[in-house]
DNA sequence: CTGAAAGCGCTAACAG
DNA sequence: CTGTTAGCGCTTTCAG
């Protein structure tokens, strides 16, 4: 029942070479001549030897494995940089160590702390707010960290993301052109910088723009679910909002939805934009426009990114944030 | 610049005791005076020591991760099932490395070895299909396989799902009760034996049971997508279906999108039931009645029925499949 | 209850 | 081009 691991030295002696020249081959090291190279390539194969990957770990200081820290993954926004995240990821020959966060301070700083402990390369943290606490710990660990889809209000950490300020004052802009004077700003927590800070401030400098009064009434704060947007049409009727900007698409779904069962007409009565351009916004009828961000390639820099930092020690020179290009797609949900 | 590592040595020398006293506290190890246990450990938190985990895995042979192959995280079904594993996970200090695979047996193939080489204590395998070649490779690994939601037709690895068959059987049976003698059979890839033998039995059986003819024209073989299910509708029209039984809720949506778009009435004049009831099911019009199956307790329950297989090296007591029951909720799309 | 010492499997100088 | 020799940081007997 023993688990006869064999290892490189195993190799060595059969192959009748040191640990070292076994080493080279297995790292691609070009100084070896290819007799022994191919003999001992034989030999790992015959024995079926497999490199230990901790014992290299210890050895080199380098894992190569990266921590990836996601408030959920079920949620299809963070999934979609995941998939971005591991794809580039094993490009490069890293793997990852997920976390679900649940966009918990205490848990996050908990996960931190473990993943540190597992000496990862470096860390992939999607977050909705990034607490003081959490930013100081990033500052002390020594380990490359860089922000998917997530924003540093004080941008201390480097991060990858879209403009969102333009992006709501582009969709916001075209709610107004289309006549409506009262677009309701629909959102999950303002905690979250992304949105009480950047889509607030792009919805309020439309307004401004195009001289409309900001109106608190037409605010609203929920949670990201589609329970939530389904029950805001009495709010939303009462604000008198005739269309709306939704932070969010399953948060839009709902609107969509609690608006149709109300026998409210959309877009003609009411319109509706949303931000994520997930699948949610195909599938609903009439279909969601919506702000797009490219969420796979989102996480997918952040993790080329992360790569770069890992090589050099110098990152000096480069930005500390890169911003995606966005995009707006029409749907039937507005005019 | 230097990375200024602190290690258990550091921490014996400041409390003037050895690095196995330590290496006991910080292992909880009750074999210490609480006097030293103290000393030590204000050591450990004024140094803010930190134990190196690929350095404490060398030595123990325990990494204290798993792996976790999936098709696809942005996949709901797959995703839900992932953050079952993950919380049983952490709560039992365990990590996940996450690797996609998108079903394809090299990559399955290899991404498998790679887990390997880490020294994953364990790993959960989530697969449409278990070809012949990995489920060698499982067999030869020693390391400790579940399935977690996926079946080995072959049924040598262990595995949690629900049972296919009944839950077919029931839902079929329902459609046929209101009427429909031509009822579809729509999933995803039949070399994914959930499709192609678990509930194309199930389907079969009810058939036969109420008497009626097996009409392969009625058997719909698509891949897992919206849009798959969106362009059915004029094969399900001229094949005469006035129901179907969908393997997939994206794939359901379509169905339903398509026949509404064609001016079908659902479920007037056309009945559907889908099989996830994930988020989707209650976001279209009509609201889509399903097979409900506990995926966040599959994996939860695949996790925990690891932990005990990494504990315990005899497991041959325990049964290879764990059945989770499945349920049936009653929505808008069928009578 | 505590310490000494031998590794875990591999990498990385450093010689040659 | 190849071998020797130290460790990497921690766990784990084995003594005492």
């Known amino acids: 029942m023993e688990k006869q691991t064999i290892t490189i030295y195993d190799v060595a002696r059969e192959a009748a070479v040191s640990m070292a ?21 034989e030999v790992i194969d015959r024995l079926d030897y497999r490199p230990n990957a901790v014992a290299r770990g210890l ?3 380098k894992t190569t494995t990266v921590g990836v820290i996601i408030p959920d993954v079920t949620n ?5 940089l995941a998939r971005g995240i591991d794809d580039v990821a094993s490009m490069y ?10 966009g918990n301070p205490q848990k996050e700083a908990q996960v931190l702390n473990t993943l540190l402990a597992k000496q990862v390369d470096g860390i992939i943290f999607m977050g909705n707010n990034l607490t003081d606490e959490l930013r100081a710990q990033f500052a002390r660990a020594k380990t490359p960290i860089v922000l998917a889809g997530s924003v540093d209000a004080k941008n201390e950490v480097e991060s990858v993301h879209v403009d ?9 802009a075209d709610l107004i052109n289309h006549g409506n004077k009262r677009v309701a700003f629909i959102t999950g927590p303002m905690s979250d910088p992304i949105n009480g800070e950047y889509r607030l401030k792009g919805y309020k400098n439309v307004l401004a723009k195009h001289g409309i009064e900001y109106d608190p009434d037409l605010v609203f704060e929920t949670d990201y679910s589609y329970r939530a947007g389904e029950v805001l049409w009495p709010a939303l009727a009462s604000a008198k909002a005739t269309a709306a900007f ?6 839009a779904c709902g609107v969509l939805n609690g608006a149709k069962d109300a026998g409210v007409k959309v877009p003609a009565e009411f319109e509706i934009i949303t931000s994520n351009n997930s699948k949610l916004t195909e599938i609903v009828r009439p279909q969601l426009s919506s702000i797009t961000q490219p969420l796979y390639d989102i996480g997918a ?10 090589n050099k020690d110098d990152m000096s020179s480069a930005e500390k944030t890169i911003e995606l290009p966005y995009g707006y797609i029409k749907r039937a949900s507005t005019k």
Request: glycine share 4%.
């Open 21 to 41: 020249t076994v080493s080279r081959v297995v790292n691609g090291n070009p100084n070896v001549k290819p007799a022994t190279r191919k003999k001992v390539l």
């Open 59 to 61: 050895a080199s200081k």
């Open 76 to 80: 299809v926004y963070f999934s979609s």
């Open 93 to 102: 020959k890293y793997n990852i160590i997920l976390a679900n966060s649940d």
């Open 164 to 172: 969102y300020v333009a992006a709501v004052e582009e969709a916001v």
């Open 246 to 251: 939704v932070g969010d698409d399953e948060l």
């Open 301 to 310: 820099v952040s993790m080329r990114f992360l790569t770069k930092m890992m």
